[in-house]
């Protein structure tokens, strides 16, 4: 056994509540596998992320975060998710620039019927962080 | 004051309880902080279990409850239902789903009962700082503004009104009907429109509970869902009177208008006699008179789709298909007319268009897809030069030319959109507030559109829009209910705001203002949806989302990854 499997991850998952997290459900009542790794945080809208919890999620030891919204153009809120993006797109330049590892962050869009997208997506993301390994940034305080 | 935590966990039959070591989750979370109880339960969504909670919260006399089942999409509303009727906050609850995205996703029990624990962690560690918050109820006003006198304005207010709701239905004309009283036929029925119409204007002058203002514009709209104020003002010249009153919903039916082939001289419109609009020959049919200029009957009619497509960016939907029908007109009145169509693409959608097309066509009748097209008139005789599909240059000798334009927003949209606090889409019609989720409602809870106003459209698809129109009304704003808002709303806190308006870009829902005076941006509670774009947005933490406030999460968050 490689040591890699030992290593189970954390990963902070945030989930819009009218896409995003119904798609999550229906993986999960649809008994599609993924890795336990995978935090689910619910928000009405991926807007509501600031980019400050991800950052804080990932100083205090989240291995990776997942950001989840609805597909462009079906934001329950109308443009929600467009802001999302921008906001992400930005973050992980903040991310980059600052020599923190930008690859532990992912945005996916995952509708209410992409119950299979979505076990695919936490698999995949979960065996990269796994390459990745552990957070070492991660400290003790809570910002 | 002290905080008694109830933790209740749900076995859910063996769906729970086969998958995770409920034990160790009780194990793990008794001892933190504030929790008096955690204990687990067979069935909680069950009569019994209900019973058994709402006990346990008075007996215990728990301050706040955490509940570790299914989703939220599942039982939220139920446990929120048993903390009312126990005495305490509903939003002093939060529900952990250890279900669809813990126990059913995987075959590890104890990667499962790890999760769980996180999962039920945050929750307590969120529960902590929720504070109550109480369910707004304001009164509403049943009654219904419908701006647009057409099919679409019509339909509505006669699904609508009722006794106990009035509606006022302001048309800008002197008459109600719209497009359709212009109308012999419709496709692709065939079905003789001019008593079908006649009995809609019967039915809404004749009742007691639509009061219509003809020769009337809205000049103002204030308010909100179940508040609003409109304003009439008559478009008399000499003296515009206004009347105002109250409405608890809007909706906006103003019809389209047709694009004006002026605009593209190719087709020679406005220059040469005999070239005519659609809705110029629809007149001129119903009145029984298809004649050319000098009085004769025409022998040859060409018929021009898609005018002005090129120019609008989109297809009118309904064009082909009201030129096929003038075919029929014209076949029905002149048996031995020549007739062609110029198209660049036909449209012929729905389960019955394609059949009305292919039996339209016939010996005297061509169809001719052409990419470009001028009209021109050597000698007096209306020329069409196109070229063909092949790119050669063809000209035909004809009558008439009727021209099919593209339908366009009516004159007041932009106006109207304004008042209403709702956008307008790239075509200028209004905006849905979502193309496949919410057709007929739009950004401003409470104002509806209906009809052509929204896009081109049959009378079919205009009644659909009517019909859905009036059920929203109907389910939303009953007479005697009040209404509401949703409590999970924005506020912004005046001492920490620097006005530098960031939310008031974000919002969809033009729910912030800017107060000039305070220089400060406020939110109107009663129209947020609660979305947290704004809150997100703001730079300096004035702005804040009850119930998923900054702390809350952050705390749920915190416990996550510990
Ligand atoms: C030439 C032609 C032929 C057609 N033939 C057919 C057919 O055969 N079969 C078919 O299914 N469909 C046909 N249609 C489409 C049909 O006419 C429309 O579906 C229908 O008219 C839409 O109804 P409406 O109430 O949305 O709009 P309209 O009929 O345009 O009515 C809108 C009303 O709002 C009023 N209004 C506008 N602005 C204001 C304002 N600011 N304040 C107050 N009132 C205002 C207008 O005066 C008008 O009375 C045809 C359309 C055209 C142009
Ligand atoms: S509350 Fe949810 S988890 Fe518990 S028994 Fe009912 S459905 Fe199952
Ligand atoms: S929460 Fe959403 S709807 Fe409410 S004010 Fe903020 S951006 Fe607008
Ligand atoms: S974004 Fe924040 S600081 Fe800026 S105006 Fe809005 S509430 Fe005030
Ligand atoms: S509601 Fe899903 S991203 Fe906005």
Redesign the pocket.
């Known amino acids: 056994m490689k040591k890699d499997d030992d290593f189970m991850p954390k990963i902070l998952t945030f989930l819009c509540n009218w896409c995003s997290y119904a798609g999550a459900d229906l993986a999960g009542t649809s008994r599609l596998k993924y890795p336990t790794s995978i935090i689910p945080i619910r928000v009405m809208c991926s807007s509501r992320v600031d980019p400050l919890f991800i950052l804080k999620g990932y100083l205090n030891g989240a291995d990776g975060v997942l950001l989840t919204g609805c597909h462009p153009g079906d934001c329950h809120y109308q443009s929600g998710n467009y802001h999302t993006r921008r906001r992400f797109a930005v973050l992980k330049k903040i991310f980059e620039n600052l020599g923190l590892e930008h690859e532990r962050l992912r945005l996916s869009w995952i509708s209410a019927s992409e119950g299979q997208k979505y076990a695919k997506i936490t698999t995949e993301f979960t065996q990269k962080i796994k390459e990745l390994g552990k957070n070492s940034t991660g400290t003790e305080i809570f910002l | 004051m002290d905080r008694k935590i109830g933790v209740y966990i749900c076995e859910c039959g063996p769906n729970i309880a086969e998958k995770i070591d409920i034990d160790k989750v009780i194990k793990a979370v008794s001892p933190l902080d504030d929790v008096s109880i955690a204990t687990r339960y067979k069935l909680l969504c069950s009569e019994q279990g209900k019973k058994f909670l709402e006990e346990q919260i008075k007996k215990n006399g728990l301050t706040h409850l955490v509940v570790a089942a299914c989703s939220p999409r599942d039982h939220q509303h139920t446990f929120m239902t048993i903390c009312e009727n126990a005495g305490i906050n509903p939003f002093l609850f939060q529900l952990a789903n250890i279900r669809e995205q813990c126990a059913w996703i995987t075959e590890n029990k104890e990667e499962a009962t790890n999760k769980a624990i996180r999962l039920t962690k945050a929750a307590i560690g969120r529960v902590r700082y929720h504070v109550p918050l109480e369910k707004k109820e304001i009164e509403s006003n049943p009654d219904v503004l419908v701006?647009?006198?057409?099919?679409?304005?019509?339909?509505a207010s006669l699904h609508l009104a009722s006794p106990q709701r009035k509606i006022y239905l302001?048309?800008?004309?002197s008459?109600?009907?719209?497009?359709?009283?212009?109308?012999e036929?419709?496709?692709?029925d065939m079905q003789s429109?001019p008593k079908i119409i006649q009995d809609k204007i019967d039915q809404v002058t004749n009742n007691d509970n639509i009061k219509v203002y003809t020769n009337?514009?809205?000049t103002e709209i204030l308010g909100f869902f179940g508040n609003f104020e409109g304003t009439v003002t008559q478009n008399n010249n000499e003296d515009k009177t206004t009347v105002g009153f109250n409405v608890g919903a809007v909706v906006l039916?103003?019809?389209?208008?047709?694009f004006d082939p002026t605009d593209d001289p190719n087709y020679g419109y406005g220059k040469f006699d005999n070239v005519i609009?659609?809705?110029e020959?629809?007149k001129m049919n119903l009145a029984g008179n298809i004649r050319l200029k000098n009085g004769k009957t025409p022998k040859s009619v060409a018929i021009i789709h898609c005018v002005g497509r090129d120019k609008k960016g989109y297809c009118s939907e309904?064009?082909c298909?009201?030129s096929i029908?003038f075919v029929r007109y014209l076949q029905n009145k002149i048996p031995e007319i020549k007739i062609s169509n110029f198209y660049t693409d036909l449209c012929l959608p729905e389960k019955s268009y394609q059949k009305f097309y292919e039996q339209s066509r016939g010996k005297k009748n061509d169809f001719i897809r052409i990419d470009s097209i001028k009209i021109t008139n050597p000698g007096n005789k209306l020329t069409i030069t196109h070229n063909d599909e092949q790119g050669n240059k063809k000209s035909h000798g004809v009558d008439m030319v009727i021209l099919?334009p593209a339908?366009e927003p009516?004159?007041?949209?932009k106006?109207?959109a304004e008042f209403t606090r709702i956008s307008q889409d790239d075509e200028g019609f209004f905006a849905e507030e979502h193309e496949k989720l919410g057709p007929v409602t739009t950004s401003t809870e409470g104002v509806y559109i209906?009809?052509?106003?929204?896009g081109?459209?049959?009378?079919?698809?205009?009644l659909i829009?009517?019909e859905a129109v009036a059920g929203k009304i109907l389910s939303s704003l009953i007479p005697g209910k009040k209404i509401e808002p949703e409590v999970k709303v924005a506020h912004i806190s005046e001492s920490f705001c620097i006005g530098c308006k960031t939310c008031l870009t974000v919002c969809s829902y033009g729910v912030i203002t800017f107060d000039s005076t305070k220089k400060v941006c406020v939110a109107n509670e009663v129209i947020c949806r609660g979305c947290g774009n704004c809150v997100a947005a703001c730079p300096s933490g004035a702005a804040s989302l009850k119930h998923f406030t900054f702390n809350q999460l952050r705390q749920e968050l915190k416990e996550a990854v510990l």
Not at chain 2, 175 to 183: C, I, P, S, W
Not at chain 2, 253 to 258: E, K, P, S, V
């Open positions: 701006i647009g006198g057409g099919i679409a304005g019509m339909e302001v048309e800008k004309t008459q109600l009907g719209g497009v359709v009283t212009n109308l036929k419709t496709f692709p429109c009337c514009e809205v039916a103003t019809g389209c208008a047709l609009t659609a809705l020959f629809e309904i064009c298909m009201y029908k099919s339908l009516s004159v007041d949209t106006k109207l209906a009809g052509c106003a929204q081109p459209k049959s009378i079919q698809n205009t829009q009517a």
